[in-house]
């Protein structure tokens, strides 16, 4: 495998802000000359005298020169390019160098509080003197709630907590060193944002991040980020940046992870909690890149390595595990305990339960862009479950609110009448401890109790709308949404949130288990599919196959790829196909090139056709006739610039992809764009976008594959009209006359 050089160019101000030294380490002679050639089409012109300068040190390899013009420039060589669009795009979503370094400052007191809490609660606090309080009601005062030299005298709990404060400590301090690291890099950064993107920090609140992309590759001609290749692409970012990220999303896709946790009754629950992830990071998606982010063929070519290693980090967990769940536990409390006593309906609130958040997520889907999409699922996860409320729940939860309800209010009645009456003891324990007592088990169990407004629709049509957001839709849930098993299946991934908070705190414990015995049993099958599925692209190094959007080794026909790809080799549920509708629709400046831009053809031909069928409207936004509507095979011939979205109305409104989403800032719209009435005017061009060509894509699976031909009923159009502001698009988009 040949050696692939990262040499990108940064400019830097050389009359002013910090110059640092980003070199990279080539001792050949073929780099150098890459290099000098890189530097000569960057910058393009030379200095007054006509002399362009070298700087060769050692094995390093920089250079320096200067431009005629304005703002004298000194360019310096990154080593990794991987890196430095990563830090481009944590730059942009933590919004700029102040807000990173009061995050990173506050991040470390937090961990500081958390460990230096837990400690005084562990060892400081003196509880069994605490204990003799609940004798009387003057016993504590003459009682030390402190130990005044915890560690004069150790017991197996001092060690433990000494240990506990050690392993921790060094976890700081590591944090502290990130942070003087993060200062330097996002120095830089900022210069980069300011001068050569010419984005302040001030606004990047107000700039999308496809501007942010758009903007980076145009000054490839100019500043030449990328030697290696003459033309840099977004693609090319956002496949350095979700490098390791699209193999994990593949890796869950195709179900190669075996996460089961190997006890009874849990056999088949799966574990992918946050230490669950570390571990694959450091286990699989860091260990398989050497520096020139090749695959390691000692890495992928040994499975029994990967299983030592496995094991190797099972012991480690293992030894670290009381610490951490010590730390996770009291970490949890003190982030969730304001939020419950706030709002205690949220001990009811559920959420997707973690490995489904990556199962979601799309190839080149970055975290900014999913959060946001799958922020917006929640309202219909909802609106599914409450279709089906549990009564005999809700009349026993409400029978013990009443009695419970019943005893606080005659201790709170005692309490006006005679403040000294609640100091009466009960089981050695005072009124004032009842009051609290119950008031928290009526705060939390109002929580539980579903509300009396609910909105009535159609499970299939709550699944149908989830699914603009989830992305997620399979064949066994058509039609099937008040069954049994979908409503068990949906409940295990939109899971209560208390669950999956213990589920992360337990998780510690469970992890030693899945590296022992679970992921194991999968190291010869995740090998095999790095190995398989991994393309090397010039000037980016190896990526997975499917973050490419390589319809010819992965298309599926069913979800509108030009190419038949074996079933082996495809997505499941059509995700690489989804992830490029998503990706063009926000980055449309994209050049996808003529055999991608032929899955947009094939959508916009079946919709055309589809919306030929439709009844016009009456307004004077009536569609043309069917006749002067494009066949198929002359939207198979449109280039995707050109393309025609039509709306979910049956109207055509002929826009280019590219205009819908290049806006000025976050959340705007042009004057030019699309607006379809029937989508959530929340959100924004690139969302609208990309919900409308999704939902293309779900008509066009349906209409191809294994869906009848069948006419909307009355019910379906009275019940999207109670909805009508809820959704993207109504439930009879989704209902054609096929």
């Given amino acids: 495998m040949s050696r692939q050089h990262d040499v990108p160019l940064l400019g830097r101000n050389s009359s002013g802000g910090p110059q640092d030294n980003i070199v990279h380490s080539a001792g050949d002679e073929e780099l150098k000359s890459d290099i000098r050639f890189a530097r000569s089409a960057a910058l393009g012109e030379r200095s007054e005298d006509g002399t362009e300068k070298y700087r060769l040190m050692d094995n390093d390899v920089s250079f320096s020169g200067e431009i005629d013009d304005e703002d004298p420039q000194e360019w310096h060589v990154i080593s990794d390019l991987d890196s430095f669009f990563q830090r481009m795009y944590t730059y942009y979503s933590e919004n700029g160098y102040v807000c990173i370094v009061v995050s990173r400052v506050l991040h470390l007191l937090r961990i500081a509080f958390t460990v230096g809490f837990s400690a005084i609660l562990l060892v400081y606090v003196d509880w ?58 996002y120095s830089e950064m900022k210069y980069f944002f300011n001068v050569q993107l010419d984005i ?13 992309v758009r903007r980076t590759v145009k000054i490839q001609d100019r500043i030449r980020l990328c030697v290696v290749k003459d033309k840099l692409t977004v693609h090319d970012i956002i496949n350095r940046t979700m490098r ?21 009754f849990l056999r088949e629950t799966q574990l992918l909690t946050k230490s669950v992830e570390w571990n694959l990071y450091f286990a699989v998606l860091d260990a398989m890149f050497d520096d020139d982010m090749c695959l390691r063929r000692s890495f992928v070519e040994n499975p029994a390595a990967l299983r030592r290693r496995f094991f190797v980090l099972g012991i480690i967990n293992f030894i670290l595990a009381p610490f951490l769940v010590v730390f996770v536990l009291i970490y949890f409390v003190l982030k969730n305990a304001e939020k419950f006593h706030r709002d205690p309906s949220q001990i009811g609130a559920r959420g997707w339960s973690p490995i489904w958040l990556w199962r979601f997520r799309e190839f080149n889907e970055l975290p900014h862009a999913f959060e946001r999409r799958i922020a917006r699922s929640y309202k219909f996860a909802n609106l599914y ?10 009349i026993t939860i409400n029978f013990f609110i009443f009695i419970i309800g019943s005893f606080a209010a005659v201790l709170i009645v005692l309490g006006f009448v005679n403040e000294a009456l609640l100091s009466i003891t009960i089981g050695d324990r005072n009124l004032w401890w009842y009051i609290a007592l119950f008031g928290t088990i009526l705060a939390l169990s109002r929580g539980l109790v579903a509300r009396d407004t609910e909105i009535s629709v159609s499970p299939d049509t709550a699944l149908e709308k989830l699914a603009i957001y989830t992305r997620y839709l399979p064949k066994r849930w058509h039609h099937r949404g008040a069954a049994r098993d979908v409503r068990a299946e949906f409940a295990q991934m939109y899971q209560y949130k208390i669950i999956t908070l213990t589920a992360e705190v337990l998780g510690v414990l469970a992890t030693p288990l899945v590296l022992w015995f679970s992921l194991p049993r999968s190291a010869e099958a995740l090998l095999r599919f790095i190995r398989d ?4 692209v010039e000037g980016v190094g190896d990526v997975c196959g499917f973050a490419l959007f390589d319809f010819a080794r992965h298309g599926n026909p069913h979800y509108g790829s030009p190419q038949d790809a074996p079933k082996a080799a495809r997505s499941r549920q059509g995700k690489m196909e989804k992830s490029f509708v998503s990706f063009k629709a926000t ?43 494009p066949s198929t095979a002359a939207a198979a011939a449109v280039p995707p610039s050109d393309l025609v979205l039509v709306s979910t109305r049956g109207s055509a409104v002929p826009s280019q992809l590219e205009t819908q989403i290049l806006s000025g800032g976050r959340g705007d719209r042009p004057a030019d764009a699309i607006v379809d009435p029937m989508l959530d005017p929340s959100l924004d061009v690139a969302e609208s976008t990309a919900a409308r060509l999704h939902t293309w894509m779900g008509r066009y699976y349906r209409s191809h594959v294994y869906l009848p031909a069948r006419a909307p009923t009355a019910s379906v159009g009275a019940r999207s009209n109670t909805i009508s502001g809820l959704g993207n698009v109504a439930e009879s988009t989704y209902m054609d006359p096929r």
């Fill in 587 to 629: 980055y449309p400046f994209w050049d996808e090139g003529a055999a991608r831009s032929a899955l947009l053809a094939s959508l916009y031909a079946d919709e055309a056709a589809a919306a030929a069928t439709r009844r016009p409207p009456a307004d004077a936004d009536a569609p043309p006739p069917s006749s002067s509507l």
């Fill in 244 to 264: 390791k990220e699209n193999y994990l999303i593949a890796l869950l896709n195709k179900d190669l992870l075996d996460l089961r946790i190997p006890l009874p």
């Fill in 200 to 212: 302040r920090e001030s606004d990047i609140s107000a700039v999308s991040w496809s501007e942010v």
């Fill in 128 to 185: 069994p003197e605490l204990q003799k309080c609940s004798l009387g009601e003057f016993s504590c005062r003459d009682v030390s709630i402190l130990v005044d030299h915890p560690f004069e005298h150790f017991t197996t709990l001092r060690v433990l907590v000494l240990l506990y404060l050690i392993v921790f400590g060094l976890y700081w301090l590591w944090h502290v060193f990130r942070l003087a690291v993060d200062l330097r890099e």
């Fill in 385 to 394: 479950l409450r279709q089906f409320p549990n009564k005999l729940h809700d």
């Fill in 533 to 536: 599925y991994t393309v090397s």
